[in-house]
């Protein structure tokens, strides 16, 4: 079956743009996270959602970012007035389980963000 | 604060040697551990994880990890590297109902 999906999977962006980022999870998953990856570094965590409920929104680094996941399926990150420390590959992943941090998670081809 | 460290930035083994990755955490209650590899140009992929039970877990591909209460540790093992193991490994751990937590990654190098 297809797995999650993340468009576009690369975006260019001049400093002070707002930038969205898609995520399409696995059909039917319940968890779905948000994660930031800088270069050479391990994902970041940014936010969780259970459903359409957004669980936990500790990991994102200013109020300029925003989840979005409003029907409990596809989810929207948006950035807005991107900085160049925004510049990241921004990973989402889905979990088809309640318990997320439990569970092993199936990750997208992530978004490269790149803000000039 | 939960913590996830894997020293070693890359590791080289011969082709048909047996590999190590390591990996140590430091989680509060109990932990759930998870090693992802990440190969080049594609997102991360699940291997195996711990949740309660064997310290010896059984993964994807062949590899294995080793959960030790003791030294806070949950390395990643294989009998024997392939050429096509060379990829980032990723550890990732929560603690109870936590986010996730990933290291840094480790880049393995399986030479022939």
């Known amino acids: 079956g297809a797995g999650v999906s993340q468009s576009p999977r690369y975006k260019v962006a001049k400093r002070g743009q707002d930038v969205a980022l898609r995520c399409d999870p696995i059909?039917?998953?319940?968890?779905l996270f948000w994660y930031q990856q800088a270069l050479g570094q391990g994902p970041e965590f940014l936010t969780y959602?259970?459903?359409?409920?957004?669980?936990?929104k500790s990991g994102l680094p200013s109020d300029r970012f925003f989840a979005e996941r409003p029907e409990g399926s596809v989810s929207t990150l948006k950035i807005q007035r991107t900085q160049q420390e925004d510049s990241a590959v921004y990973l989402c992943?889905?979990?088809?389980?309640?318990?997320?941090?439990?569970?092993?998670?199936?990750f997208g081809p992530g978004t490269r963000l790149t803000v000039l | 604060a939960q913590s996830v460290a894997q020293p070693e930035d890359q590791v080289n083994v011969a082709e048909g040697n047996p590999l190590t990755v390591k990996c140590t955490y430091s989680?509060?209650?109990?932990?759930?551990l998870f090693w992802y590899v990440q190969y080049p140009n594609r997102g991360l992929q699940f291997l195996l994880k711990?949740?309660?039970?064997?310290?010896l877990v059984k993964g994807s591909y062949g590899f294995e990890a080793e959960f030790n209460k003791s030294q806070t540790s949950f390395h990643l093992k294989k009998p024997s590297a392939l050429v096509s193991d060379s990829a980032l490994y990723f550890c990732?751990?929560?603690?109870?109902?936590?986010?996730?937590?990933f290291g840094t990654g480790t880049k393995l190098q399986v030479i022939p």
């Open positions: 992943a889905s979990s088809p389980k309640r318990e997320g941090p439990y569970n092993e998670q199936f």
């Open positions: 059909s039917g998953h319940v968890s």
């Open positions: 959602f259970q459903n359409e409920a957004q669980l936990d």
């Open positions: 989680v509060s209650g109990n932990p759930y």
């Open positions: 711990y949740i309660t039970g064997d310290n």
């Open positions: 990732a751990g929560s603690g109870g109902y936590q986010k996730v937590t």
